[in-house]
């Protein structure tokens, strides 16, 4: 069933994870032989990308075509000063490999569009939302809808972050809870919001951990609810989601 | 008065507030975010309509899009 049994390096590389309830090598060899593709290797696609890396998830995809900036170092963990020009796939597939050899990352140096989409999404077992304007979440979230591909949602904007899985379906898909993209579109560039760097830390890592749970099959992912992070008063949010009957994606025609 | 919870705090409020009323209070741009009410969402344009009543369950969560 497996594709190869774990070298004794791995099984000391993951004995951490290994030895927690509902892991062991079956988990293990879960992520192995899992594709998870992170849409935008910026603030979000950093974290979650290393720390699924050195979980051991055997294929990541990464989809960005810019290249990396002074002002992106604040908060992409997975660059350094040196890589500063230089294409975002290219550093993260050089930082990830130096963390984890055994794993391959697949580089999609592109902006992604309605005409490539469906070709890139459709290679993977679960996508991590990791971009950073409200049309290609549009275009993510419907295509991943259509596909029957799971979608894990992570923004953040000023001190707020948010956080939510959708399994086509199955949960409120990404257009029950925003219907229509906001009026003001730019409303939420981290460019006009600003951003700390632990914000979307901790959302993007957040979606690798519900990413690594939903190919291990363990625990609750955050679907059927939304949370929420405000980085002012250090407090989550818990909030239950429901269907929208009139959902222009996923509801009763 | 009526009292009813707005993201799990509880707050008192006049009787006939609406939802875009609880907003506007808030200092909340109403295009800026969604709202959840006892578990049902509302459409946007209907807010200005809806009148709060004691012990509804109000989510008001931001349009949050950046990464
Ligand atoms: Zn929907």
Redesign the interface.
Same mark, same amino acid.
Not at chain 2, 61 to 67: A, T
């Given at each position: 069933m497996y594709s190869q049994e774990l070298t004794d390096n791995n099984m000391l590389r993951y004995t951490r994870q290994l030895v927690l309830d509902g892991f062991g090598p079956e988990g293990q060899n879960k992520l192995k032989m899992a594709k998870v593709l992170i849409v935008g290797a910026g603030g979000l696609g950093s974290p979650a990308s290393i720390y699924l890396a050195a979980a051991g998830v055997g294929t990541i995809g990464i989809v960005d075509y810019d290249t990396v900036s002074y002002s992106n170092l604040n908060r992409q963990i997975a660059y350094s000063t040196e890589d500063i020009g230089r294409y975002k796939t290219d550093c993260s597939e050089k930082q990830l490999t130096r963390l984890n050899p055994d794993i391959e990352i697949i580089k999609h140096s592109l902006k992604l569009s309605a005409d490539n989409v469906r070709e890139i999404l459709v290679a993977y077992d679960v996508i991590i939302d990791a971009t950073d304007n409200f049309p290609t979440r549009y275009l993510v979230s419907d295509t991943a809808y259509f596909l029957k591909k799971p979608v894990i949602e992570g923004a953040v904007a000023g001190y707020d972050g948010i956080l939510m899985t959708i399994i086509p379906d199955k949960t409120p898909c990404y257009r029950c809870l925003y219907p229509t993209p906001p009026e003001d579109i730019a409303l939420n560039s981290t460019e006009e919001t600003g951003v700390l760097g632990m914000l979307p830390g901790i959302i993007g890592t957040m979606q690798a951990l519900e990413a690594v749970k939903l190919i291990i099959g363990i625990g609750q992912t955050v679907s059927g609810r939304i949370i929420t992070f405000d980085a002012i008063s250090s407090s989550f949010r818990d909030i239950s989601w429901k269907r929208r009957k009139d959902c222009p994606l996923c509801g009763k025609k | 008065m009526i009292v009813i919870t707005v993201?799990?705090k509880q707050e008192e409020l006049p009787e006939s507030t609406s939802i875009t009323d609880l907003l506007i209070k808030y200092g909340v741009k109403p *295009?800026?975010v969604?709202v *959840?009410l006892n578990? *049902?969402?509302p459409?946007r344009q209907s807010w200005a309509d809806i009148k709060l009543v004691n012990e509804d369950h109000l989510?008001i969560?931001?349009?949050?899009?950046?990464?």
């Open positions: - | 993201n799990g *295009e800026t969604v *959840e578990y *049902e969402i459409e989510e969560v931001k349009f949050i899009g950046g990464g």
